[in-house]
């Protein structure tokens, strides 16, 4: 069975089909997807993902605040810490530094990313990273300030071999989503194609970054299933082999899911 290892449930428009995301789950479910890790962004999204998953047995929580959404402040330590205790919080984040959407709060950004992996290191909790346009202030970070151990993932991987390489390093996993399967992406599948199989997952980012055939579509938390196949083909695995091998590194990785 598949799992999304990094979805937006709360983000889902539901409007134009039958407004329920039980049915959007259960869609997903009937083509392989077995679990799902509905990711936190900000204190405001934060309940309505908390909500998500206390009524889902499957959909496991994150916490934390996404670089786009520091602004003033970062988040601080006790706050996180607060959060990370409520029921079915797997991770924290997504954290990390996005200079290309703005560089105004740089500084805020990167004490809010140091601030996810103190607490990830208390709290033996993986942190989730988003990166954009910042992959040498992301990587320091992540060497003076990750925990081994807990570790965590860069998810949605849009960057070059080397940085994989130093993410799997400091033993951080990469995140496959759909945009391995755009024309343009050709240096990603290169990654996939190098990459070592025990940090392999895949996600959705859902309802963002929809594959091929749906670019363009709102991204459905079923379409990580052709992820998943695409990833599949460039390793030379089953589907189902992908499946199995993904599924296992995510409980390994979030491992309070099992």
Same mark, same amino acid.
Request: proline share 3%; aromatic share 8%; hydrophobic share 40%.
């Given at each position: 069975?598949?799992? !999304?290892?990094?979805?937006?449930l709360d983000r889902l428009d539901l409007s134009k089909s039958d407004n329920s995301l039980q049915v959007a789950l259960d869609d997903a479910e009937a083509k392989g997807v077995s679990r799902f890790l509905c990711v936190c962004i900000s204190?405001?999204?934060r309940q309505a993902v908390l909500d998500i998953a206390a009524?889902?047995?499957?959909v496991f929580a994150s916490v934390g605040v996404h670089p786009c959404d520091v602004t003033d402040s970062a988040v601080s330590v006790e706050a996180l810490t607060?959060?990370?205790q409520a029921p079915k919080v797997v991770a924290l984040g997504e954290s990390g530094l !996005?200079?290309?959407h703005s560089t105004e709060h740089v500084a805020q950004q990167k004490q809010s990313f140091i601030n996810h992996f103190q607490v990830g290191q208390q709290q033996k909790l993986p942190v989730i990273v988003h990166t954009r346009n910042a992959k040498d202030d992301t990587l320091a970070i992540m060497r003076d300030h990750a925990c081994r151990e807990a570790s965590g993932v860069l998810h949605c991987f849009t960057e070059d071999w080397d940085m994989a390489k130093a993410a799997m390093d400091m033993n951080f996993y990469i995140s496959i989503s759909g945009i391995v399967t755009f024309k343009n992406a050709e240096d990603i599948r290169e990654v996939v194609r190098k990459m070592p199989l025990e940090y392999l997952l895949v996600e959705t980012d859902s309802p963002y970054l929809a594959p091929i055939p749906y670019r363009g579509k709102p991204n459905m938390p079923?379409?990580?299933?052709d992820v998943a196949q695409f990833v599949a083909d460039l390793k030379g695995l089953t589907l189902e082999a992908l499946a199995d091998i993904t599924t296992n590194n995510f409980l390994r990785l979030f491992n309070r899911a099992q």
């Amino acid at each position: 069975m598949i799992t !999304d290892s990094h979805c937006h449930l709360d983000r889902l428009d539901l409007s134009k089909s039958d407004n329920s995301l039980q049915v959007a789950l259960d869609d997903a479910e009937a083509k392989g997807v077995s679990r799902f890790l509905c990711v936190c962004i900000s204190e405001e999204n934060r309940q309505a993902v908390l909500d998500i998953a206390a009524t889902r047995e499957n959909v496991f929580a994150s916490v934390g605040v996404h670089p786009c959404d520091v602004t003033d402040s970062a988040v601080s330590v006790e706050a996180l810490t607060q959060w990370s205790q409520a029921p079915k919080v797997v991770a924290l984040g997504e954290s990390g530094l !996005d200079y290309f959407h703005s560089t105004e709060h740089v500084a805020q950004q990167k004490q809010s990313f140091i601030n996810h992996f103190q607490v990830g290191q208390q709290q033996k909790l993986p942190v989730i990273v988003h990166t954009r346009n910042a992959k040498d202030d992301t990587l320091a970070i992540m060497r003076d300030h990750a925990c081994r151990e807990a570790s965590g993932v860069l998810h949605c991987f849009t960057e070059d071999w080397d940085m994989a390489k130093a993410a799997m390093d400091m033993n951080f996993y990469i995140s496959i989503s759909g945009i391995v399967t755009f024309k343009n992406a050709e240096d990603i599948r290169e990654v996939v194609r190098k990459m070592p199989l025990e940090y392999l997952l895949v996600e959705t980012d859902s309802p963002y970054l929809a594959p091929i055939p749906y670019r363009g579509k709102p991204n459905m938390p079923a379409y990580v299933r052709d992820v998943a196949q695409f990833v599949a083909d460039l390793k030379g695995l089953t589907l189902e082999a992908l499946a199995d091998i993904t599924t296992n590194n995510f409980l390994r990785l979030f491992n309070r899911a099992q």
